[in-house]
């Protein structure tokens, strides 16, 4: 079974930028997905991108700040994050959906699940 390792969070003040990556222990065209989860708070999609890299999503809070992408040669996932704001704090954890090479929002149609990494944004 595929294995996640997120890296890249940290303290950023308002504004400013971080780049997440997720490196799979395993070489696959699987969907990679990023979720969120805010102290107190459910967790929640963030972005998307299929087997193919030819479907992308993002929630409606990140459009246009995030951008996911993929290096096949290096099977990492990537999560570019600009413009960062206060309510983006929260524990970034990405995940593999390995059955299905389609992007999905979805939480519960991924299987594989990286440790998290924190992300805290200040004012």
């Known amino acids: 079974q595929v294995r996640l390792v997120e890296s890249g969070g940290g303290l950023v003040q308002a504004g400013g930028s971080l780049r997440l990556s997720c490196v799979a222990s395993?070489?696959?065209?699987?969907?990679m997905g990023w979720f969120r989860q805010a102290p107190g708070k459910e967790r929640e999609f963030v972005a998307a991108i299929s087997g193919s890299g030819g479907q992308i999503y993002y929630a409606n809070s990140v459009k246009a700040r995030f951008t996911i992408s993929r290096d096949y040669t290096k099977n990492t996932v990537s999560l570019q994050m600009n413009s960062l704001k206060l309510e983006d704090t929260a524990v970034y954890s990405c995940?593999?959906?390995?059955?299905?090479?389609?992007?999905?929002?979805?939480?519960?149609?991924?299987?594989?699940w990286g440790h998290g990494t924190q992300v805290t944004v200040s004012s």
């Open positions: 995940a593999a959906r390995s059955t299905y090479s389609s992007a999905s929002a979805v939480a519960s149609e991924y299987d594989t």
């Open positions: 395993l070489r696959g065209t699987f969907t």
